[in-house]
């Protein structure tokens, strides 16, 4: 059972758009959400997180909003750059309670920017 | 900066050897993971752990074994490597035994033939 979904397996947006990818968790004990970013054969990068005490996280050009009631979070870029095509990735993990299981993650969503 | 290495970017291996991946990393970090990466599939969690000589199961732990003597080095063994194990390995550490913001290493392409 999947309990992080990205239900769009690519996204194509022009330069200089906003791109939005979408997340949806199942598991409502998920309390702290990230976005990596990943490019062919290299590791993912570490790009944004997100507390469930917030709905709304801002650094630069990403912003993420969390909407709790609807378990449902957004990766928003803007403006979109050709180095921003890569695959991004959606996680989530339940960060109260002492427990070191990992991450759990979204299958990836690849954005594709055209100039 | 949060260095995570992985000692081999491609490896070929042959069905049925053994085969040893290794991590390190050099932030004094209390967790580190190893995952694989499928098309389609995300990134799966294979084995952790959240101290030297600790190690807890993922969700796909079968066909490997983990081994960590000394907390910047955990190694994924896989005993009897087969054709279902070709794929991208992931690495990963975290500061603390709550989950927090995983590092990862560049990845090792390990195909078995």
């Known amino acids: 059972d999947q309990q992080v979904k990205q239900n769009s397996p690519s996204l194509s947006v022009q330069e200089g758009r906003i791109s939005i990818l979408n997340c949806d968790y199942t598991n409502s004990m998920f309390d702290y959400f990230l976005w990596y970013k990943k490019y062919p054969a290299e590791g993912p990068t570490f790009l944004i997180s997100i507390s469930s005490i917030k709905d709304k996280n801002e650094d630069g050009r990403f912003t993420v909003f969390l909407n709790k009631s609807a378990k449902h979070l957004s990766l928003h870029i803007v403006p979109s750059q050709p180095g921003d095509s890569a695959v991004y990735f959606c996680a989530a993990s339940v960060r109260t309670g002492g427990g070191a299981d990992g991450l759990t993650f979204g299958k990836g969503t690849h954005l594709i920017i055209q100039p | 900066d949060v260095k995570v290495t992985q000692s081999s970017r491609y490896l070929v291996k042959r069905t049925g050897e053994k085969v040893f991946l290794e991590c390190v990393q050099d932030m004094d970090h209390e967790n580190m993971f190893w995952y694989r990466q499928d098309p389609g599939l995300g990134l799966r969690l294979i084995y952790f752990s959240y101290d030297v000589k600790m190690k807890e199961k993922g969700d796909i732990p079968e066909g490997y074994s983990v081994s960590r003597e000394k907390k910047e080095r955990f190694s994924l063994i896989l005993e009897s490597a087969s054709t279902n194990q070709t794929s991208m390995y992931l690495c990963?550490?975290?500061?603390?035994?709550?989950?927090?913001?995983?590092?990862f290493g560049p990845g090792t392409r390990l195909t078995v033939l």
């Open positions: 990963a550490s975290s500061f603390s035994r709550v989950a927090d913001t995983q590092y």
